[in-house]
């Protein structure tokens, strides 16, 4: 064996030593070195090189051997290319590891145990000389190991190690990427286990891993060692931190999701074991964040300084993908991989494609639901699939069905449809990997589903952060749309937007911000409780209602904390989206019969016979029935616009009837901390009644800016319930008194000097109504996502012809 030095620390390589010691420990190293100033922990350790593997197999003679075997590898024969994986494996575990590298390492052992402690545990992480790149990530291809306590068990580790380099998984990924099997060599990295089987551990993005959004870190984690969260064996708990507001000393977490992290993986208390088993996370522990704010927030800062690091280096912006884990010994966060995000990050943020289902589908057609990975639709046959072995029968096209899935089933999953799996988040193997090879996927549908083996299915992943199953084949359209080559109107374009889920993905749309984004849908959706039972529990008569609400509120200090964050976080997230394009957020307007059905809201809600003309809008906001309701949504807009300092929010009242009524809601805003003016706060009110227009003047000296609101003002004006049937068709926004209301309220706000927007279809479905707007002047047009890129065409060409004209 040739005389030669194989151990390198981490202290003396980084990322232009990739050559020498792979991606992986090169990029530990880098971080090491560069980064520990920063404040960013990793744990000590030495890589073994690649020429120590080479040299390792020149001595053995063991090349031709390789060559030969794998000369009868074929990537579309699984059975064939299993057992080639398995005989080179077996020639290069058979080299050996030759006495001078086998002192090397034991001297390099101890020399870190003298650092860390006789019972100190390693983890051998395999580091492959081509792992890391721009467009290849090679993540989970080799093998790793962990808890490692003796020098012999570090010894075999390594030769385990070596030769993982031949997994089947691993060839086949070389095969399909173009990378040759003789031109790609391992290393090693030995370094100090982080005892996150005590505490947790996760992996993080540095952007939004399905939209491809840049502006935030995204992080999991849950209890005990990683592997649990890659796997795909529990639903992580789910992080965001918005980048921009972070830069500026907000430290606040934008939004969480918890997961139910029904696994925990440790370690063997014998620490001559190498073995780790999964223990079930107690009940009570896995309904608790496994991260602190404060835990969050580091992470974030670990993400933030390691891409900005790694962006210098490569002189372009380089999203990061991290693990980490929390050391239960010492309570300290460590990094321990970092590498270049090479699936979301190069998807084109300028090329939109949509998918659409063209008939909705019927509430007994849904099958399964979980979490949507990308925003695509397909449809297949079901095959579920229960190990590894069961791959053999899968089929090209199918939906591949498992409880979870591992890198193992690489080549089969690259001839699915899509992927649907029981556990798992968006983190996990199957969701990395159906990014990779662009296909839907929805993870973690749980155990109560409706899905058969063999069923035809559609899945969709187009509806949101939800993904659902439908029974049977349901026709879909693909558009696609390229966004760098739309006009830009003269004319403001914002979209309507109630869903945070919507959010990250909708942000690449050309648009000038968000025009209404409501509140109600978020209360709705993740909220589900009546503000005024949270603020007064006590108040709620019914016992099931009571309950209800202690299961929601569990674990927060009460039912206002709940709200409070809930409603912050969905609003924050749709502000962090298009920051710092402006935001307007309506304040709640539901009616009295919507308030009623939510938990706990039939005590607090009178019954009206007409809930469109009752007890809604700004009427309620400074009323003894609703006060302490409003002051909670007060807080949670504080709480966005200041703690995370989204200040793109402006704020919007809607079904204000009378001035008097618009004086009270601002002194009631102004004395929960949301002063008009301060911070830059801008409110609006809702132009929706007759008397707004008729009294414009009034109400732009109170107010900031108009949004018409078509829907009720053409009800209000033609005297028609819109909610009724029978007299739909006198519904018309077109009709002439209608355009007449909206041309005196644009008129009256552009005398006084205030922008005047309207958020409604009727400039979408109708193009004469976008003329007559476009003509008026208008500030703004805000409707659905789906209608703007039309409608953006249609007023570019109006305002070509009125320039002509």
Excluded at 13 to 41: D, F, M
Excluded at 214 to 235: H, M, P, W
Excluded at 526 to 550: F, N
């Amino acid at each position: 064996m040739k005389d030669h030095q194989y151990i390198r620390w981490f202290k003396d390589i980084g990322l232009a030593n990739l050559a020498e010691v792979g991606g992986k420990t090169a990029s530990l190293g880098e971080i090491y070195r560069s980064l520990q100033p920063l404040g960013i922990r990793v744990p000590n350790g030495f890589a073994i090189t690649s020429a120590a593997y080479r040299d390792m197999l020149d001595r053995a003679d063991a090349w031709g051997a390789l060559r030969s075997v794998l000369k009868t590898s074929t990537d579309g024969d699984p059975g064939q290319q299993h057992d080639a994986a398995k005989q080179a494996r077996s020639i290069v575990y058979e080299a050996g590891l030759p006495d001078e590298l086998v002192q090397q390492i034991t001297a390099a052992y101890i020399e870190l145990c003298e650092q860390y402690g006789p019972d100190l545990r390693v983890a051998v992480r395999s580091s492959a000389t081509a792992e890391d790149l721009p467009d290849a990530s090679f993540a989970g291809q080799h093998d790793s190991f962990l808890n490692i306590g003796n020098k012999e068990g570090l010894l075999e580790a390594c030769r385990k190690c070596f030769a993982s380099l031949f997994t089947a998984r691993a060839i086949s990924y070389r095969e399909k990427n173009g990378f040759d099997h003789f031109k790609v060599s391992l290393a090693i990295a030995v370094m100090k286990m982080v005892r996150a089987d005590l505490a947790s551990s996760g992996v993080m993005f540095s952007l939004d891993t399905d939209s491809g959004f840049r502006d935030v870190v995204f992080i999991t984690s849950a209890y005990g060692l990683g592997e649990n969260i890659v796997q795909g064996t529990v639903d992580p708990d789910e992080f965001y931190v918005h980048k921009p507001t972070f830069a500026l000393g907000h430290r606040c977490v934008l939004r969480r999701q918890l997961g139910a992290k029904q696994q925990t993986l440790v370690c063997d208390d014998d620490i001559n074991s190498q073995k780790l088993h999964n223990i079930d996370t107690p009940e009570v522990k896995g309904g608790r964040f496994s991260l602190s704010d404060d835990d969050v927030l580091t992470l974030a800062h670990y993400a933030i300084e390691t891409e900005n690091h790694y962006s210098a280096q490569r002189g372009a912006p380089c999203p990061m993908d991290l693990e980490w884990a929390k050391d239960g010994d010492d309570g300290q966060l460590y990094l321990l991989q970092a590498r270049p995000e090479t699936v979301a990050s190069r998807k084109p943020r300028n090329l939109l494609k949509r998918y659409h289902l063209r008939d909705k589908p019927d509430k007994a057609a849904l099958l399964a639901s979980g979490r949507a990975i990308g925003s695509a639709i397909a449809s297949g046959t079901v095959r579920r699939v229960a190990d590894v072995s069961a791959l053999s029968s899968f089929r090209d096209g199918e939906i591949l069905f498992a409880e979870s899935t591992s890198p193992d089933w690489g080549p089969a999953m690259r001839r699915a449809a899509a992927l649907v799996t029981e556990r798992g988040g968006r983190t996990c193997h199957a969701a990395i990997v159906a990014r990779e090879f662009g296909i839907p996927a929805i993870v973690g549908i749980g155990s109560d589903h409706q899905l058969d083996d063999g069923a035809l299915v559609t899945l969709s992943c187009a509806e949101g952060d939800t993904g659902r199953v439908y029974r049977g084949e349901i026709p879909f359209e693909v558009t696609t749309t390229q966004l760098d080559q739309l006009p830009t109107p003269k004319t403001k374009v914002m979209i309507n937007l109630g869903s945070p889920e919507q959010a990250f993905r909708l942000s690449a749309l050309p648009c000038n911000g968000v025009g209404l984004a409501r509140m109600e849908f978020i209360v709705n959706e993740y909220i589900k409780a009546h503000p005024m039972a949270l603020a007064c529990p006590d108040k709620v008569p019914e016992e099931s209602a009571r309950q209800a609400l202690k299961a929601l509120t569990e674990h927060y200090a009460s039912g206002a904390d709940f709200f409070i964050q809930k409603l912050s976080e969905g609003i924050g997230t749709i502000a962090a989206a298009f920051y710092p394009r402006p935001v307007i957020v309506r304040t709640s307007d539901f009616k009295t019969n919507e308030y009623a059905r939510l938990i706990g809201g039939s005590h607090f809600e009178p019954h009206e016979e007409n809930p469109m003309l009752g007890f809604r809008g700004a009427a309620r906001y400074a009323h003894p029935a609703y006060a302490e309701g409003f002051a909670l949504e007060c807080a949670a807009l504080k709480r966005a616009r200041e703690d995370m300092g989204l200040t793109n929010i402006k704020v919007m009242i809607p079904f204000c009837r009378r001035i008097p009524e618009g004086e009270q809601v601002l002194q009631a805003m102004a004395e929960h901390g949301l002063r008009q003016g301060n911070n830059g706060l801008d409110v609006y009110v809702m132009c929706e009644i007759p008397n707004n227009v008729v009294q414009i003047d009034a109400f732009s000296q109170l107010f900031d800016g108009i949004s018409i609101g078509s829907n009720d003002l053409t009800q209000l004006v033609l005297g028609v319930d819109r909610d009724s049937d029978v007299v739909a068709f006198d519904f018309d926004e077109r009709d002439p008194g209608v355009m007449e209301m909206i041309r005196l309220a644009v008129e009256g706000a552009q005398r006084n000097g205030i922008p005047a927007g309207i958020c409604g279809e009727a400039p979408s479905n109708y193009p004469e109504v976008a003329e007559y707007l476009v003509k008026l002047g208008i500030t703004s047009i805000s409707l659905s996502p789906d209608a703007l890129l039309r409608t953006i065409e249609k007023v570019v060409v109006i305002e070509q012809q009125e320039q002509v004209s």
